[in-house]
């Protein structure tokens, strides 16, 4: 597929077809390897507008045409999320610094439209999408999938990452644990290298890729899985994280090609 949506000085960007991940350079396709009977899809959006509520719509207005349009070719998507198999259900949203005062009503408007959807995300000086990039101006970039809900793991300060069990010889291995992970970073926090190397130690291959979030002004990253109560904290802004880390891990099933650019 054509690139999606990232950010750009140093922060990650996903694109159609292939999860393409950070300023730093690593891209990564999540298209192979899955169940046959779920044909993985990839739409992407963006926009630039100073008020975040109207990006959010012109976002969404491509989004809902993309939709209809691969509804009359390849059969509707489940935005409601009533078959797991064909439903969106993992989202990427990159907001630029100009933007990012308005990222908190950016997230809530993307979960009121798809409830069911996991976000991850972050903001970045400039953010970048399909053969345009936007930089020192107020844009969104938007990117949804329908990976199985089996393949991945959303994470962040509230709810990290679990440490690998230590299996014995002999025993089977879990049903479910990180084969790799995307990460998107507090550039600020000052512990940033332990806790790198501790979500690290949490996965099978101890291979992350991802990026700082790292605006002028601003440095938050999303994590926000429609799941986790302890995302949704009262005393939290719901999905919005400042310092430390947070992201999604994938499963071994999901196929993964990098390469810095």
Not at 53 to 69: C, D, M, N, T
Request: hydrophobic letters at 40%; a negative charge; charged letters at 15%.
């Amino acid at each position: 597929g054509g690139q999606g949506p990232g950010t750009q000085g140093g922060q990650p960007t996903p694109v159609t077809g292939h999860v393409q991940d950070l300023g730093q350079g690593a891209r990564q396709n999540t298209g192979q390897g899955l169940k046959a009977e779920a044909m993985l899809r990839f739409l992407h959006a963006h926009a630039t507008h100073p008020h975040p509520e109207l990006a959010l719509e012109l976002v969404w207005a491509q989004l809902a045409s993309q939709l209809a349009a691969q509804a009359r070719t390849e059969g509707p998507w489940d935005t409601a999320g009533e078959r797991d198999n064909d439903a969106p259900t993992l989202g990427w949203c990159y907001v630029s610094d100009a933007l990012a005062h308005g990222t908190q009503a950016i997230l809530d408007g993307l979960r009121q439209r798809l409830p069911q959807v996991a976000w991850v995300g972050a903001v970045g000086v400039g953010v970048l999408a399909t053969r345009v990039e936007y930089m020192d101006e107020p844009a969104l970039v938007v990117m949804l999938c329908n990976l199985p809900r089996a393949d991945f793991r959303i994470f962040h300060g509230r709810q990290p990452l679990p440490a690998l069990p230590r299996v014995r010889s002999g025993q089977d291995s879990p049903a479910w644990h990180a084969h790799v992970a995307q990460v998107h970073a507090d550039a600020r926090s000052p512990d940033l290298p332990e806790l790198i190397a501790e979500l690290a130690s949490r996965t099978d291959t101890g291979y992350l890729f991802g990026g700082l979030s790292a605006g002028q002004h601003h440095s938050q990253h999303l994590a926000l899985d429609p799941h986790d109560t302890a995302g949704l904290s009262p005393d939290a802004a719901a999905g919005i994280w400042d310092g430390g880390l947070s992201g999604v891990a994938f499963g071994e099933r999901v196929r993964l090609v990098s390469r810095v650019s």
